[in-house]
């Protein structure tokens, strides 16, 4: 079932309301480590050092997983000038290397992985065709 996001889906799993939900460690962890949640596995490819005691799909003896974790995207509108997209890119990362977005990121339970613009636009291309391919498999009609 869709949810418009982890939090619900958070908070309808730990209701009882779905038995299961695949959401983002940010939303699940502070719930596993009180006991309302029960982590069956990352699908990252290796444990995530903020929870190393969670293991991996893939640890739990599941093969096809170990894909990179979930990610957030910086993005700005179509036709915006390289220059400026450059600057903007080269600021974020100043950023994210400061002290705080490090502790900022542990406390939310993530971890910076930075990629400048062309990287990141290499990176989606290349989840755009994976994903293109997992669905175009599926028979979604009905």
Known sequence: MPYRGSAPAVVDLIA?????????????????QTGRLIALGLIDGKRFAAAPEIPTIAESGVLGFGRASGFIGLFAPAGTPTPIVKQLSR???A????????????????????????AFARFLAGESVKWKQALSSLDLRQ
């Open 16 to 32: 009882g309301q779905i038995p299961l939900a695949s959401v983002d460690l940010t939303s699940a962890y502070p719930h596993i």
């Open 91 to 93: 600021e974020v990362a």
């Open 95 to 118: 950023i994210l290397a400061t002290p705080n977005a490090q502790t900022t990121a542990r406390t939310l339970t993530a971890a910076i992985a930075y990629q400048d613009d062309e």
